[in-house]
């Protein structure tokens, strides 16, 4: 496995556990009210999409690179 794919691999990998965590975070916050877990939700989902965000940038930058 090249360097780039790994690369590819582990930013979708961590994509879907951080909106993963978003998800139980807002279930948290429905089922106890708690301020925390939707403030943690929120922070997971914004940090999810920069991740998608990061992801296309490396996948950009990474693709007429020879050596990847």
């Given at each position: 496995?090249?360097?780039k794919?790994?690369?590819l691999v582990?930013?979708?990998?961590?994509?879907?556990?951080?909106?993963?965590f978003?998800?139980?975070?807002?279930?948290?916050?429905?089922?106890k009210r708690g301020?925390?877990y939707?403030?943690?939700?929120v922070v997971?989902?914004?940090?999810?999409?920069?991740l998608?965000?990061?992801?296309i940038?490396?996948y950009?930058k990474?693709?007429?690179?020879p050596?990847?």
């Open positions: 496995m090249s360097l794919t790994l690369h582990f930013i979708a990998c961590s994509t879907l556990l951080t909106f993963g978003g998800i139980w975070s807002v279930g948290q916050f429905l089922d301020g925390l939707l403030l943690a939700g997971a989902f914004g940090a999810g999409a920069g998608i965000r990061y992801g940038v490396v950009r990474l693709k007429n690179m050596w990847m």
